[in-house]
């Protein structure tokens, strides 16, 4: 049978029983997270139509004004989630705090917490360039059936049991793992099916491409700097070449395929970059782990990162291998 016959639904079925806590709750909770993409693919994909173009003129707890998209990603997601009772606790970039989710049947007590970016790489949503939503799950640590506590949510990164991303671009794909390797399934418009496309996707070991936003350059801390200029270098392979879209799941997904680095440092206007670690840099750091990828803030492993706030943000530098220890040597170097 070729492969693309497979549907997301069926993969996620046939996979469950890998899943070392499988009781068909976490398959739910998929499975959900595919209705809200679905949702929200078509508000995106008509989004020049209706009026959800443009700021929603409210400030998210990040000081950043919200897209009208933003907002409605974030109540569809929110919505389907609490709909399917299958989780006790969501947290969202356009939320200053989580949203506890008390399950009405006393007999089924939610067990997984959900952390979300809505829309990822809302500067690009007017300009008609590719977004996405990114999602990452825990199991809670609290005792089930009681309200879930922060305590739930600030888990390192290697908690995780599941992370991916929706990316709306060219195709709409929703990519994601369980922690057994990571798989890509693009949306069929026409039926609403998302089928598999890219089964077992891997980071090629070094790339050339790199992902980050010059403009900031003079900004950078010197190692960066240095690693700039090495990958403009003639030399070897090099130069290589830049890209850079601006949204987080569309610079990952390109890099993922081809083989690149995606960098978003920390710097004398932002002291500690500008990715949040809870909903952008773990879910994504476990996709590029399972893909033989690497990520990293510069010094250590950001799945190692115990977390002390539901916003924090850390310096990201992700992607294949080499080209993370590479810009590691540069910035341990200084
Ligand atoms: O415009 P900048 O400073 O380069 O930042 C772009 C980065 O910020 C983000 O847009 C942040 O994500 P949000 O759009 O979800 O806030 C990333 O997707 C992207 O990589
Ligand atoms: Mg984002
Ligand atoms: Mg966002």
Same mark, same amino acid.
């Given at each position: ?8 639904? #069926? +993969? ?41 173009? /443009?700021?929603? /003129?409210?400030?998210?707890?990040? /000081?950043?004004?919200? $897209? ?7 109540? =569809? ?14 947290? &969202? ?15 089924? $007590? ?28 825990? *199991?809670?640590? @609290? ?7 922060? #305590?739930? +949510?600030? $888990? ?20 994601? @793992? ?13 039926? %609403? ?11 090629? #070991?070094? %790339? ?6 010059? %403009? ?10 240095? !690693? ?13 070449? &830049? *890209? ?9 997904? *390109? ?8 960098? !978003? ?7 500690? %970059? =500008? ?14 782990? $399972? ?6 803030? /510069? ?13 924090? *943000? ?21």
């Amino acid at each position: 049978m070729d492969l693309r016959n497979r549907t997301l639904g #069926e +993969f996620i079925i046939e996979n469950q029983s890998s899943f070392k806590y499988s009781t068909g709750e976490l398959s739910k909770l998929i499975n959900a997270i595919r209705l809200a993409a679905k949702v929200v693919n078509h508000e995106v994909n008509k989004a020049g139509l209706v009026d959800i173009l /443009g700021a929603s /003129g409210d400030i998210n707890v990040q /000081g950043e004004g919200q $897209q009208k998209l933003d907002v409605l990603a974030n109540e =569809k997601f929110i919505q389907t989630l609490k709909n399917r009772e299958i989780v006790c606790g969501i947290a &969202s970039e356009e939320e200053e705090g989580f949203i506890t989710i008390n399950s009405n049947d006393k007999n089924h $007590q939610n067990k997984y917490v959900v952390l979300i970016d809505p829309l990822d790489g809302s500067s690009n949503i007017d300009v008609n360039v590719s977004v996405g939503t990114i999602f990452s799950i825990y *199991r809670r640590i @609290t005792p089930v059936g009681t309200p879930v506590t922060m #305590e739930d +949510f600030l $888990q390192p990164g290697i908690n995780q049991v599941a992370a991916g991303y929706i990316i709306y671009g060219t195709s709409t794909m929703l990519v994601y @793992t369980t922690g057994d390797g990571v798989n890509g399934f693009t949306l069929n418009p026409a039926i %609403g099916t998302f089928y598999l496309s890219h089964p077992d996707m891997k980071f090629p #070991e070094t %790339g050339r491409i790199y992902s980050i936003n010059e %403009g900031n350059y003079v900004h950078f801390p010197q190692g960066v700097k240095n !690693y700039i200029k090495y990958c403009q270098k003639e030399e070897d392979d090099r130069p290589y070449t &830049s *890209r850079y879209i601006g949204s987080l799941v569309s610079d990952f997904h *390109r890099n993922m395929i081809k083989g690149g680095i995606y960098m !978003y440092p920390k710097s004398s206007i932002a002291s500690n %970059g =500008k990715l949040r670690l809870l909903y952008e840099c773990n879910p994504v750091a476990f996709l590029a782990e $399972q893909a033989n990828g690497k990520a990293t803030d /510069g010094h250590g492993r950001i799945l190692e990162i115990k977390p002390s706030e539901l916003h924090q *943000r850390v310096p990201f530098f992700c992607g294949s291998k080499k080209m993370v220890d590479k810009v590691m040597e540069f910035i341990a170097e200084q």
